[in-house]
């Protein structure tokens, strides 16, 4: 009852700032400069950050520069151009050739380098748009896929997919132009035997070049009239299963400038004195021994 007596004495303003205190020394946050340490981060705009590079295509494309990317730049062990390494973009056939009528397909390019602000990129797969492939299939038709996986000579591992139709004969009267199973099994063997000849005997490069003008589909369309006449043959997908370890040397082939200066031919004819010592050298010893 004594100690309440005495409490009761004291003013309610000084009761209000002794808990205050006390709760101000006990609760952190309330203190100034408690709570996180050091404070809240400041929002700035993450572009700020960021650096452009220019993706250049490899040499079998027409156009070479075919866009750009954002990267954020190098701070500390985070370097900008390890960041870009093998980085995967989706560019149309129609851009990098400049041509239309190549507008159903897209291609993909993977970052293999990068110098100076220039990425230089290599071909990593090849598909067919979404309302091409379903464009092609109709009714009374059978559609016939295959896929095999080649590998071609510079030791790229290529998993390849074809789809084909069955064609109505000129003189046709019946209107559904099914092929049987055993037909079907005929030419998706066709399809793979072909698919293995064309890849499997060129490096990438070239198999790149059969795969824009379709030469592959042509082929099997040809080889299975026999069979059961075909139309509207497509490599639907070309993707990379496996690389080879990575050569500079042989990659920078692929980016060699080919509209880049090569030289003037020569005026005049070289002087006779002008040759190789060692070509001379070794005609004289041929003479010698005649």
């Known amino acids: 009852f004594g100690s309440r007596h005495v409490h009761s004495r004291i003013p309610t303003h000084k009761r209000r700032l002794r808990w205050l205190a006390m709760a101000v020394g006990k609760n952190k946050r309330l203190t100034k400069g408690g709570g996180k340490k050091g404070g809240k981060k400041k929002a700035g705009d993450p572009f700020l950050r960021k650096e ?3 993706i250049k295509a490899p040499g079998v494309f027409a156009v070479r520069n075919c866009g750009k990317t954002l990267v954020t730049r190098t701070q500390g062990t985070k370097i900008a151009s390890e960041q870009l390494k093998g980085r995967v973009l989706e560019v149309n056939l129609a851009d990098l050739n400049n041509d239309d009528d190549q507008a159903f397909k897209k291609v993909k390019l993977c970052i293999e380098e990068v110098q100076g602000r220039n990425c230089l990129t290599d071909f990593h797969a090849m ?3 979404r309302d091409r492939l379903c464009s092609l299939i109709r009714k009374w038709h059978t559609m016939i896929e295959a896929h095999v996986d080649v590998k071609t000579t510079d030791g790229y591992v290529v998993r390849m997919f074809v789809i084909a139709f069955t064609k109505r004969r000129a003189d046709q009267v019946g209107t559904n132009c099914y092929a049987q199973s055993a037909q079907i099994r005929k030419i998706r063997k066709k399809m793979m035997e072909i698919m293995t000849k064309e890849a499997g005997t060129v490096q990438l490069r070239e198999l790149v070049k059969k795969l824009i003008p379709e030469s592959i589909g042509k082929e099997i369309e040809k080889q299975t009239q026999g069979i059961f006449p075909l139309k509207d043959v497509y490599i639907r997908k070309v ?3 496996k690389k080879p370890k990575f050569d500079i040397t042989k990659f920078m082939e692929l980016h060699n400038d080919t509209d880049a200066d090569g ?8 002087a006779e004195e ?3 010592l060692i070509t001379a050298e070794v005609k004289a010893a041929e003479e010698d021994d005649e």
């Open 127 to 129: 598909c067919l748009t």
């Open 52 to 54: 452009w590079y220019d």
């Open 263 to 270: 030289g003037v031919a020569m005026l005049r004819p070289e």
């Open 274 to 276: 002008a040759q190789n």
């Open 239 to 241: 993707k990379l299963i």
